[in-house]
């Protein structure tokens, strides 16, 4: 079965209830698409967003999960919370919690795990510095990342997103080369690397989204910036089919 794009939106801590509007907007390009279209605004917007997309074709997802379902733990959200809030998804591993929270692979598998627990699925993110590329060590980087990350056991459905950290929110973008030689190196590190999506994610754009879509190992995006205007997210998702 081929593989069915995956257009997601990582609003990180943007938006208020004055913002919902935006999923109005939304709900005609997702319903054009055969892609599934995919947003995670911050949890405080979550059941909110789930009761304007009703009866759409807009998913939802978190950002990030605890790894116990419930608990003493000031402040956090776990992955049952977000699956009753209406995510579908939980971004983990992203390189702004793992540079500002410290967040390890091992800690990101068992955020993976306690999602997965959940019923929601995990778009697991790996991704090297700048640093570490001009070093010539992205893959080993990219490759330790993947082996400490990925939930274990058959039948667990997960996406990876790979999102070299020089890229994100600094306009960017990897080259169409490098994307499709990682994707490849990613699909070679996967049990399932016919059925599991690898998604690309780093300053993408309506001007650069067509390029990197057509890619054969790519299949969606996730985009940061450009998921806040709704023109600019539409376009993209117009550039995966
Ligand atoms: C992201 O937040 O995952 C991201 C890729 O951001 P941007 O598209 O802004 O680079």
């Keep these: 079965m081929p593989r069915r794009m995956l257009i997601a939106g990582n609003w990180k801590m943007h938006g208020l209830r004055a913002d919902l509007g935006f999923f109005d907007s939304l709900a005609a390009p997702a319903a054009r698409s055969n892609a599934e279209v995919l947003i995670c605004p911050p949890a405080t917007l979550l059941a909110a967003a789930a009761e304007r997309c009703a009866g759409t074709d807009i998913l939802l997802g978190g950002q990030d999960c605890h790894t116990n379902a419930t608990g003493a733990h000031t402040g956090d959200v776990s992955a049952p919370m977000l699956k009753d809030a209406g995510a579908r998804y939980v971004i983990l591993g992203h390189s702004e919690r793992r540079s500002d929270h410290a967040e390890s692979s091992e800690l ?8 997965l627990a959940a019923g929601l699925t995990p778009i697991i993110c790996v991704g090297e510095t700048l640093e570490q590329r001009e070093a010539g060590e992205a893959f080993d980087v990219v490759g330790a990342q993947l082996s400490a990350s990925l939930p274990a056991g058959a039948g667990t459905e997960f996406v990876i997103a790979y999102e070299p950290v020089w890229a994100i929110g600094t306009g960017l ?40 879509m057509a890619l ?5 995006a996730l985009v940061g910036g450009a998921s806040l205007d709704i023109d600019a997210f539409a376009a993209i998702i117009a550039t995966a089919g």
Excluded: Q, W
């Design 216 to 220: 054969d190992d790519v299949d969606g």
């Design 173 to 212: 973008t990897a080259s169409a080369d490098d994307v499709a030689r990682m994707h490849a190196f990613i699909r070679t590190r996967l049990s399932k690397p016919a059925s599991t999506r690898v998604i690309y994610g780093g300053s993408v754009k309506p001007g650069n989204a067509a390029e990197l």
């Design 108 to 115: 990101v598998c068992a955020k993976a795990d306690a999602a």
